[in-house]
């Protein structure tokens, strides 16, 4: 009924702060037998509480991608929206590897996994990266830590050193065999992951990518072009599964393209 309530009612007003009050003790289904409690009540679980979902079109189609047994990437897990998604798909035969540096939301993932009794994640609460070592996480705002990057300074917040490791080495050291879907949300330290995975991404078996262009890209010092060169150069090609509302020009102008999500 409250739920019911968050979504339907006419009016804006009080909303925000009632979801604070009683967003712990909220379940919310995202699709038949697969549940989150929005402990943190970031900008993506307020979007989930309110509408059932977040970022739908991408949902769907990261969504229509998997199937029983695969072997799943999700770098840049957030509040483990996709993760669950992909843990539901694949099933007890599959296994999915997410990648979360910022400690609280890979804690939250965590729970939620436990919540719907799912033991076929590998949470890895690191980042993805172009070496393995050490970088510096900046923690963008503080209801929404799914902004957290280890390329998007924001001065004066507060800094964390977090592990890293490339998609290539992690591949070799936990022999994760074939990858069959990865996505990639990481606020702008996408060419870095990339670059990280050229075996794994120009190979034969090369998994389909879900990427998010982020316009914090340009803080790690390259392009859209760089980004989409990178990836034609491995053998991809793309199309655009959502963009945002001000965005009017053709995919096929990828130097336009700006905080877009693509399926590859």
Same mark, same amino acid.
């Given at each position: 009924?409250?739920?019911?309530?968050?979504?339907?009612?006419?009016?804006?007003?009080?909303?925000?702060?009632?979801?604070?009050?009683?967003?712990?003790?909220?379940?919310?289904?995202?699709?038949?037998?697969?549940?989150?409690?929005?402990?943190?009540?970031?900008?993506?679980?307020?979007?989930?509480?309110?509408?059932?979902?977040?970022?739908?079109?991408?949902?769907?189609?990261?969504?229509?991608?998997? !199937?029983?047994?695969?072997?799943?990437?999700?770098?840049?897990?957030?509040?483990?929206?996709?993760?669950?998604?992909?843990?539901?798909?694949?099933?007890?035969?599959?296994?999915?590897?997410?990648?979360?540096?910022?400690?609280?939301?890979?804690?939250?993932?965590?729970?939620?996994?436990?919540?719907?009794?799912?033991?076929?994640?590998?949470?890895?609460?690191?980042?993805?990266?172009?070496?393995?070592?050490?970088?510096?996480?900046?923690? !963008?705002?503080?209801?929404?830590?799914?902004?957290?990057?280890?390329?998007?300074?924001?001065?004066?917040?507060?800094?964390?050193?977090?592990?890293?490791?490339?998609?290539?080495?992690?591949?070799?050291?936990?022999?994760? &065999?074939?990858?069959?879907?990865?996505?990639?949300?990481?606020? &702008?330290?996408?060419?870095? !992951?990339?670059?990280? &995975?050229?075996?794994?991404?120009?190979?034969?078996?090369?998994?389909?990518?879900?990427?998010?262009?982020?316009?914090?890209?340009?803080?790690? &010092?390259?392009?859209?072009?760089?980004?989409?060169?990178?990836?034609?150069?491995?053998?991809?090609?793309?199309?655009?599964?959502?963009?945002?509302?001000?965005?009017?020009?053709?995919?096929?102008?990828?130097?336009?393209?700006?905080?877009?999500?693509?399926?590859?």
């Amino acid at each position: 009924m409250l739920l019911g309530y968050l979504r339907h009612a006419p009016f804006e007003r009080g909303k925000y702060r009632l979801m604070r009050l009683v967003g712990p003790s909220l379940l919310v289904e995202l699709e038949p037998f697969l549940f989150m409690r929005p402990l943190g009540l970031s900008f993506v679980e307020v979007e989930i509480i309110r509408r059932g979902m977040f970022e739908p079109e991408t949902v769907r189609a990261f969504a229509a991608l998997l !199937a029983p047994g695969m072997n799943v990437m999700d770098v840049g897990a957030n509040v483990g929206l996709f993760t669950l998604v992909a843990s539901h798909r694949v099933g007890t035969t599959g296994r999915v590897h997410a990648f979360e540096p910022t400690p609280e939301l890979a804690a939250h993932i965590l729970r939620n996994l436990e919540l719907n009794g799912l033991k076929n994640v590998a949470v890895n609460p690191i980042a993805v990266s172009d070496d393995a070592g050490h970088a510096t996480l900046h923690f !963008a705002q503080p209801d929404d830590p799914g902004e957290n990057s280890i390329v998007n300074p924001s001065p004066g917040a507060r800094t964390l050193e977090v592990p890293t490791v490339t998609l290539d080495g992690y591949v070799i050291e936990h022999a994760a &065999g074939r990858v069959d879907v990865i996505k990639i949300d990481i606020e &702008g330290a996408e060419m870095p !992951a990339l670059r990280g &995975g050229r075996d794994l991404l120009s190979g034969d078996d090369s998994p389909v990518l879900v990427l998010e262009f982020h316009p914090t890209l340009a803080y790690s &010092g390259h392009t859209p072009d760089d980004l989409l060169g990178l990836l034609n150069s491995y053998g991809y090609a793309f199309y655009l599964t959502r963009q945002s509302r001000n965005q009017k020009e053709s995919p096929r102008a990828p130097q336009t393209l700006r905080d877009s999500q693509l399926l590859m």
